[in-house]
């Protein structure tokens, strides 16, 4: 449910922070990702809004805007065992004409050295015919996951004895970073999201305790992925 304006101009300011400073490591960031400091990050989020009249007791507005700004370093990790570097050195020794392996070392997790990939978990030995035991495990990496959101609203009322229409307007766009893909893998994709949706609504009073009503809504939403 949306405000609506008033015969009164109101309006609203608020914002909200928070950042790694006030928070603890998770047991999982403990025991799974290996962490011994809580990654950075910040997130900021300030809006504001305001309501009031155009015509006295017919014609209202309000609008609302806000807008989040977070800043952080996440760590992405994939349980899916793959040959740890010192794996892929046993399996090009084994293997040195194998295109294959040439492949792995040159386009899997380890080829790609944005955020200092590294074994997770456990280095499990597997063994392989003709090479004896190959060290694998999990693999993770920390890598910046930053995100901004815009949001806007607006709402127009009007009212006669009889009617009241109101129509609706709202946006929505949000930019994340390494959002979307394998990214504990190194694949990784930036994410962009925009929604629009447009309200109306008709009501009608035929008597004290009776009244009809009409509603119309259109919405989009487009999202995109850039690798």
């Not at 349980?79 to 040159?106: H, I, K, M, N, Y």
């Not at 004895?161 to 694949?187: C, E, I, M, P, W």
Request: charged share 15%; aromatic share 12%; glycine share 10%.
């Amino acid at each position: 449910v949306t405000k609506s304006g008033t015969n009164e101009l109101h309006g609203s300011l608020y914002a909200t922070e928070s950042n790694w400073r006030f928070n603890s490591l998770s047991a999982n960031q403990k025991v799974f990702e290996g962490l011994t400091g809580v990654p950075a990050f910040n997130d900021a989020f300030v809006g504001g809004t305001v309501g009031g009249p155009i015509a006295r007791d017919k014609l209202f507005f309000f609008v609302g805007v806000d807008a989040e700004s977070l800043n952080q370093t996440k760590v992405f990790a994939a349980g899916q065992l793959t040959p740890t570097p010192s794996g892929l050195e046993t399996l090009s020794d084994c293997f040195p004409a194998s295109t294959s392996v040439q492949a792995l070392r040159s386009y899997g997790p380890y080829s790609v050295k944005a955020g200092n990939p590294t074994p997770l978990g456990v280095v499990i030995p597997m063994n392989i015919p003709g090479c004896g035991t190959v060290d694998t495990a999990g693999i993770q990496r920390s890598l910046p996951a930053d995100a901004r959101q815009n949001n806007f609203i607006i709402k127009f009322d009007y009212q006669t004895q009889k009617n009241h229409f109101s129509g609706t307007y709202l946006y929505s766009r949000r930019l994340s970073s390494n959002s979307d893909g394998a990214v504990a893998a190194g694949y990784s994709a930036d994410g962009f999201q925009l929604s629009q949706a447009y309200n109306f609504s008709w009501t009608r009073f035929l008597g004290v305790s009776t009244t009809n009503e009409f509603r119309a809504s259109y919405g989009r939403n487009d999202r995109s992925e850039e690798h």
